[in-house]
């Protein structure tokens, strides 16, 4: 690509005629405003954000190429998505299905000593900060079946990774962004009862591994306040290192894995063993609320007192039911912190931080 210093264009046309004619900056802002859908739909297939970012540059690359072939009959945006699709399938050929602890093996007795080794290849899903999914879809119609939000919770990405690579895309382009039969048909270059049939035998096991209910029916039907309670009581109880007060908030079924140890342990009495719980006296922890997922998050520091600071250690992705924490991913990913804007220490003097914000995440940007 070759940048050029002609005033830019200022209409749609105008901007795919001077990105044919090699302006990398008419290319850039022809792709900007889909950029962010784009990346969040290479995510969904995918199930990393490595390999989302990866797939997404591989497609952006395609795009610039095939400039000269695109003959405008659909609209940038399908065009575009058509191509990260593609790369995606690509993509899936090569690299190995992500999944979470609770898809790798079967639940374990944890105790307090050393874990399972753990599994460094690239297998495991990875959460992402909802400040870069994008949420605002402008391909999402009323036909589609899942809100954009609960499309990324990391129990439907999860079960995303179990479909046929072709299956997940049909089922995402219909169901997740509302396009057409047709539209599906034309863009996997397939037919409309092919594209169908896909979504058919697609839905039906999807279905099988979905919660009955997403944990944004579950947030809004809480509201803020109690969410919030629920979170500061959580935090608090860990602060303290009160066992018991952590196991009266978790729901009597509830999960705890710790990514990227394979283990995984579910039920009050195995989680009271587990690596879950705080060892030592206070003050060990302390806790930053965020937002991963479209879903409760909480980036969790370990006192260091030779450092003087309390250093990130796990990024704990929530799920919630019936006013309970019913599950606890708790992320060993450092690089998360990053990613998640989040500090690479505390001050040793941080006070216990209350939670505040708008937990839910909904109609307003997470900050």
Known sequence: MRATTTASPATGSDLLEAARGGDE??????????????????????????????????ALLRAWRGLPGFDGRSSVGTWLHRIATNACLDAIRRRP???????????????????????????WIEP???????????????????????????????????????????????????????????????TVASANSALHRARRAFDERLPERSQQATLRSLGDARVRELVERFVQAFERAD????????????????????????????????WLMPGGPPPRLRYVPTRANAQLALAVYLRDARAGVYLPICLDVLAVE?????????????????????????PLDVDAAP?????????????
Not at 327 to 336: K, N, Y
Request: proline content about 8%; some cysteine; hydrophobic content about 40%.
């Open 322 to 346: 019936d006013e309970k924490i019913s599950e606890v991913i708790a992320f060993r990913s450092l690089d998360a912190f990053s990613r998640f804007g989040l500090p690479h220490e505390l």
């Open 243 to 274: 066992v018991g007060a952590i196991l009266a908030l978790l729901a009597e079924d509830a999960t705890f894995a710790m990514p990227p140890y394979p283990g995984w342990c579910q039920g009050r009495d195995e989680i009271a063993d587990s």
């Open 25 to 58: 900056d008419a290319f850039r802002r022809l792709v900007g405003p889909h950029r962010s859908s784009l990346h969040t739909h290479c995510y969904r297939m995918l199930g990393s954000l490595h390999d989302a970012e990866d797939a997404l540059q591989d």
């Open 128 to 190: 992402v900060p909802d400040r870069e999914l994008g949420f605002e879809d402008a391909h999402a119609r009323p036909e589609a079946r899942y809100e954009q939000r609960e499309a990324v919770e990391l129990a439907f990405i999860a079960a995303l990774q179990h479909l046929p690579a072709r299956q997940r895309a049909v089922l995402i382009l219909r169901d997740v962004l509302g396009f057409s039969a047709k539209e599906v048909a034309l863009l996997l270059e397939t």
């Open 355 to 367: 939670v505040g914000g708008n937990l839910l995440g909904i109609g307003q940007p997470v900050t």
């Open 97 to 123: 299905t992500r999944v979470l602890p609770i898809d790798y093996a079967p639940p374990t007795e944890a105790g307090r000593g050393e874990p399972r080794a753990p599994v460094r290849e690239p297998i």
